[in-house]
C-alpha cells in the first residue's frame, strides 16, 4: 500500500479520468494479491506494481473499455489529494500550469509513460524497459523524443529554458 499514491498518479495521468484510475489501481492490486507468490523477494516491488498496472491499461485498451484522454490543468490538479507532493506539480509551479500540461497532453501515450516513470516516480531506464517491456535502445529513444518535444514546446515561452535541467 506505500506505492497506492503514485501508482493513482500514474493512472490517472495516462487514462485522465478519476474512476477509471482507481478501477485500474484496484484491478492491478487484485493482479497482484493473487501472483504475490511469484514476487521475487528482493526485487523493486513498486516496479513490478507498475508493471502489473500499464499491463493492466494495455489490457484495457486492447479490450476497448478504457481510452486514454487528454488531461486539462484543473482536471490533473483537482484529481491529485496532495498537489504538492506531486513532482510533476512541483516543475509545473515553476512555470505555467497550462503550457507544462497542454506540452504533456500533446505527448503520445507511449513516449509520456515512458517520461513520467522516468521524471516523475523515478524509474531506471532498466526498470522502465521491464515496465513497458520493451528494449532500453526503445526507452532512451521515448524519453529522448519526450524531453526533446517537450523542451521544444516550452522554450517557445520566455523564461523556461531551465526545463530541460529538471527533465
Known amino acids: 500500500m506505500v506505492h497506492l499514491e503514485a501508482l493513482m498518479h500514474f493512472a490517472r495521468r495516462l487514462t485522465g479520468r478519476e474512476l477509471e484510475a482507481e478501477d485500474l489501481v484496484q484491478e492491478c492490486l487484485e493482479k497482484a494479491f493473487r501472483s504475490f507468490h511469484q514476487f521475487r523477494s528482493g526485487t523493486n516491488c513498486k516496479?513490478?506494481?507498475?508493471?502489473?498496472?500499464?499491463?493492466?491499461?494495455?489490457?484495457?485498451?486492447?479490450w476497448n473499455s478504457i481510452r486514454?484522454?487528454?488531461?486539462?490543468?484543473?482536471?490533473?490538479?483537482?484529481?491529485?489529494?496532495?498537489?504538492?507532493?506531486?513532482?510533476?506539480y512541483l516543475l509545473s509551479s515553476?512555470?505555467?500550469?497550462?503550457t507544462v500540461l497542454r506540452a504533456l497532453d500533446r505527448l503520445g501515450e507511449e513516449?509520456?509513460?515512458?517520461?513520467?516513470?522516468?521524471?516523475?516516480?523515478?524509474?531506471?531506464?532498466?526498470?522502465?524497459?521491464?515496465?513497458?517491456?520493451?528494449?532500453?535502445?526503445?526507452?532512451?529513444?521515448?524519453?529522448?523524443?519526450?524531453r526533446k518535444q517537450l523542451f521544444g514546446e516550452l522554450s517557445q515561452d520566455q523564461g523556461v529554458a531551465c526545463v530541460s535541467r529538471s527533465l
Open 47 to 62: 516496479a513490478w506494481l507498475f508493471t502489473i498496472l500499464h499491463n493492466c491499461l494495455r489490457q484495457k485498451i486492447r
Open 94 to 98: 515553476q512555470i505555467p500550469s497550462e
Open 111 to 146: 513516449t509520456r509513460a515512458a517520461l513520467l516513470l522516468s521524471a516523475v516516480e523515478g524509474f531506471s531506464y532498466e526498470e522502465i524497459s521491464g515496465i513497458l517491456k520493451i528494449p532500453m535502445g526503445t526507452v532512451r529513444s521515448r524519453i529522448h523524443r519526450a
Open 68 to 88: 486514454p484522454k487528454e488531461i486539462g490543468k484543473e482536471e490533473l490538479l483537482h484529481q491529485q489529494s496532495e498537489p504538492e507532493s506531486d513532482p510533476l
